[in-house]
């Protein structure tokens, strides 16, 4: 039962995302929700993992270093000429390249954990594009758009201290301590974690509803192929260089899934409402693109 429920994954996905755009009076309530749902989902999968698996990634540092050129060299330049091939507005572009240039988001090791990725990978990607992201950010932006924007360095750190790593080493510290415990119950632990995705997928959907609604078609393919050149580069360069499956569609998800909120918040600071628009159809269609794709690559054997 719960093996064919983890199974219909991404059809509760796409099930709830309309049912929040036709409905979203029942989810926008929920949004103060969203950090907390996290932060669960983050301890489940730290108790899944052990100190021996961060320090096997330390220990070959490599594919943190291809993933982060790839993060910051493939999504900010697919941004921009996805944005010049479909002839967007000088603001629409401006969203576009925020979005590639701002550092991996918190969802994708959500997103790894469901496709049965490499966690521990996945979570020090993150933070090591999150500290980067802080000088990397402002010069990307500068280099495509010719206008710098500080980025919040402090409020990043702690938001990823808090939603990351803090409940990660809670999970890892119970490991430790109920290895056997946890070994018996990790199936329901991914149900929870894919209830509470669908759920935050649902609450970003209806939070978005009004813009989703009024944009163009052209807009938001521009932004369904931004989010899938990061995915699609991410696996097959990795694939390129040598690595096994399981490595290659974890730099994938890293690659392709944004702190897109990070890139409205910055373009509603410093340019226009509109060039906020991209970071916002982001938040929406990563997380379902980034749960199709974890749910197929979890039923693979």
Not at 71 to 95: N, R
Not at 159 to 187: C, D, H, W
Not at 228 to 235: E, F, M, R, T
Not at 271 to 297: D, E, K, Q
């Amino acid at each position: 039962m719960i093996h064919r429920l983890n199974a219909l994954f991404p059809l509760w996905a796409i099930l709830f995302s309309l049912l929040a755009y036709n409905m979203p009076t029942l989810f926008v309530p929920m949004k103060g929700s969203i950090t907390p749902l996290l932060i669960a989902i983050m301890f489940f999968m730290g108790v899944t993992l052990r100190l021996e698996d961060f320090a096997r990634v330390l220990k070959a540092p490599k594919a943190i270093l291809l993933t982060v050129a790839l993060q910051f060299f493939i999504m900010p330049l697919a941004a921009l000429l996805i944005s010049k091939a479909f002839y967007f507005s000088t603001e629409l572009m401006v969203g576009m390249v925020l979005v590639g240039a701002v550092s991996g988001g918190t969802a994708s090791n959500v997103m790894t954990y469901l496709a049965k990725g490499d966690v521990a990978l996945s979570i020090t990607m993150t933070l090591t594009s999150t500290l980067l992201s802080v000088v990397a950010t402002p010069f990307l932006t500068l280099l495509y758009v010719g206008q710098s924007v500080p980025v919040p360095a402090t409020d990043m750190l702690l938001s990823i201290a808090q939603i990351v790593l803090a409940p990660v080493v809670l999970g890892v510290v119970v490991n430790y301590f109920l290895q056997t415990t946890i070994k018996r119950y990790e199936p329901y632990l991914a149900t929870f974690s894919m209830i509470a995705i669908v759920f935050i997928i649902a609450i970003v959907v209806a939070l978005n509803q009004g813009r989703i609604a009024n944009i163009a078609f052209l807009t938001v393919l521009g932004i369904m192929l931004h989010n899938l050149s990061g995915l699609a580069s991410g696996y097959y360069v990795a694939k390129w260089f040598g690595y096994s499956h399981t490595i290659c569609k974890t730099i994938a998800i890293e690659v392709g899934m944004q702190n897109s909120g990070l890139a409205v918040a910055l373009a509603m600071k410093y340019f226009t409402p509109l060039s906020a628009l991209p970071g916002a159809i982001f938040s929406v269609w990563h997380n379902i693109s980034g749960a199709l794709l974890a749910g197929y690559w979890s039923r693979q054997k």
